[in-house]
């Protein structure tokens, strides 16, 4: 049977491994970033205050602007987030191993209709697109930012064609805003009637669509030599 000092174990102190001040900084920073998403959630871009993301996290207006400069930098750091983490998935699938151009198009295809499962950020997508309709100063931060997932999604085409030794029916670029575009109004109508647009509705649009637009042809070396003309029976003359 196994003994144990416990005089010892009474006598030595309970000690917490001190965080470091760059580690301090970056709890206090996601702390931050959950409690916002919490918040914008419920309350909305407009109506969100600093006092209250701090407040929901558990700090001070003071630790959000040694983070932040203000919610909207907040606001487009959850979104670039959920971008990163997405194509994130996606590279994995396109640096493995692959056996062949149709096996990979499946397994694009299964990951991108399950991105509505996850999604985390669709209702912020559509109140981002409300807002920059009212706000001139919002709408140039959401048009640079915008331009920067396109053109993250447009290199992710351009990987799979060059993988796969094919060229889109399509531009790279107007597939990566259809992708983007189809995903964010799937997921959003899914949350606002799931009643209509069920989970096997939104991965069945979701996959349909990805198939299609990478529904690609070889790319073209050299034409096909045409067939040669076949010769027609005679019709024989009447007397």
């Known amino acids: 049977m196994l003994y144990l000092n416990t005089t010892m174990l009474e006598s030595r102190p309970m000690t917490r ?45 003071g630790a959000f602007y040694s983070n932040f400069d203000d919610k909207t930098q907040l606001f487009f750091e959850l979104l670039r987030r959920e971008g990163d983490s997405i194509d994130r998935g996606f590279q994995r699938i396109l640096e493995a191993p692959m056996s062949d151009a149709a096996a990979l198009q499946e397994e694009l295809a299964a990951q ?20 920059a309709l009212r706000d001139e100063k919002f709408r140039d931060q959401l048009d640079g930012f915008l331009e920067e997932r396109y053109a993250q999604i447009t290199g992710l085409v351009e990987a799979y064609c060059q993988l796969t030794g094919t060229a889109p029916s ?21 949350r606002c009637v799931p009643h209509i647009v069920d ?41």
């Open 17 to 61: 491994q001190r965080l470091s001040r760059e580690q301090s900084r970056e709890q206090t920073r996601e702390r931050l970033l959950e409690a916002a998403h919490a918040v914008f959630m419920q309350k909305g871009f407009a109506l969100a205050s600093v006092e209250d993301i701090s407040t929901a996290a558990g700090y001070s207006r």
């Open 199 to 239: 989970g096997q509705t939104a991965e069945s649009v979701l996959c349909w669509f990805l198939k299609a637009s990478i529904a690609v042809q070889p790319t073209a070396t050299s034409p096909a030599p045409a067939p040669a003309p076949q010769k027609l029976a005679g019709r024989k003359r009447a007397c």
């Open 112 to 131: 991108y209709s399950r991105l509505y499962r996850d999604d985390k950020c669709s209702l912020l997508w559509m109140e981002a697109r409300i807002v």
């Open 170 to 190: 399509a531009p790279a670029r107007e597939i990566a805003i259809g992708l983007m575009a189809l995903c964010e109004g799937v997921s959003f109508t899914h």
